[in-house]
């Protein structure tokens, strides 16, 4: 690191979330996203429970105060205005919640996180219990309408994987005609290398404008849209989720039958998205049923959900990620020619992510595989410091720095625990 105080790496992740912390949220980094993003401040929450549980708690709190009430949760909470982040409330023009907001969701880790805080809050988790049965609902009806058990993103930005190449050919469906000026300001705060391509961000706008024409009535924009692709990553960590969401109802004493349906209907969803070419659960276009070309680092995100069955494959696929890089897990296929090691997702290796894969591996006993992750992480963030993501060949710093979600795995994965050497 930089050789300055304060000088553990503990007290520097401590350091970037109260610095990130802007009164009762945290942004992930200022200047590039100065927001409340929403699976950004649930992987925070876990960090400040390390230190500040009331803190934590109200990390998650916030977030909900902005649901919307058909159950959304967005993906972004603009509590102030912000000129140096663009789209900002007035381009998305999302006035359905309390509060402003994008108009569109985010990975749903939430309950996760607060099972694992309610062990010792339960009043707070309780309270939560209801917005987040809502939310999950609101999953089910408004991004599977047709009950195939799978999550269908309307917007790259909702998969929280922005860039990935699997939105690539379904995003050839997007008028992008009307999209006209605009200025992006991610690229004068981050090397234009590591940030999606111009076509990328007129998609993205055009998928927001999509919105605005449709009052961002979901009912409507499932129906509608060009883009409607079943994302493995949302579907596992809704998964999981409801998991976690049924044991919180048997501790509050509450019915669990819709819970167990949803469940039942997601784990079977599941096999949906089983791609035998690429040996991995991948992403497939809703509109046309084709299947995305390669593994990601979401298609190991169902062993994370307790999804088992292809267990075997997903090992290999796995072991064939992981020797090919130096830092995994890289978020694409590092044989793939789509591969592209500092872009953003379409190689990268990000820590949360890796928490993930690595809480997947150890429920089926991969201990072994699951401390790999878990090391090489620690090494990634001894080496360069709490970036966004990091180049998975040479471990470069990419994206924003000091940033929130890296710093809090930092403290909820006690990675201060591995020293330095340990291989
Ligand atoms: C961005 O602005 O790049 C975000 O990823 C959108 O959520």
Known sequence: MDGMTPDTLDDRARAILRDNDRGGYTVPTAGLYPYQWNWDSVFVAMGFATFDRDRAWQEIETLFEAQWPDGMVPHIVFRVDEPTYFPGPSVWQANKGPLPSSGISQPPVAATVIRMLAEQDSARAEALFEPLDRWHRWWHAARDPDGLGVMAITHPWESGRDNLPDWDKPGQAIDTSKVGDYTRRDTSLVDNDQRPKKADYDRYLALVQFGVDRDWDHARIAAETPFFVADPGITAILL????????????????????????????????????????????????????????????????????????????????????????????????????????????????????????????????????????????????SGFAEYFGPLQGEPCGGQNFSWTAAIWLAWGLNEISEGTD
């Open 240 to 383: 999981r989720a409801e998991r976690d969401l049924r044991a919180m109802a048997e501790t509050f004493g509450r019915d669990t039958n819709a819970i167990d349906a949803r469940i039942a209907r997601l784990e079977a969803g599941h096999e949906q998205l089983w791609n035998p070419e690429a040996k991995a659960y991948c992403s497939r276009n809703l509109r046309t049923g084709a299947f995305a070309p390669d593994g990601t680092s979401a298609s190991f995100l169902p062993l994370f959900a307790g999804v088992t069955d292809r267990k075997d494959e997903l090992l290999e696929t796995l072991d064939a990620f992981t020797n090919a890089v130096t830092y995994p897990v890289p978020s694409y296929d590092p044989q793939s020619a789509l591969f592209d090691p500092l872009r953003y997702w379409r190689g990268p290796s990000w820590a949360m992510v890796n928490w993930m894969i690595a809480d997947g591996l150890r429920q089926i006993g991969e201990d072994q595989k699951a401390d790999r992750i878990r090391i090489d992480t620690a090494k990634l963030i001894r080496k």
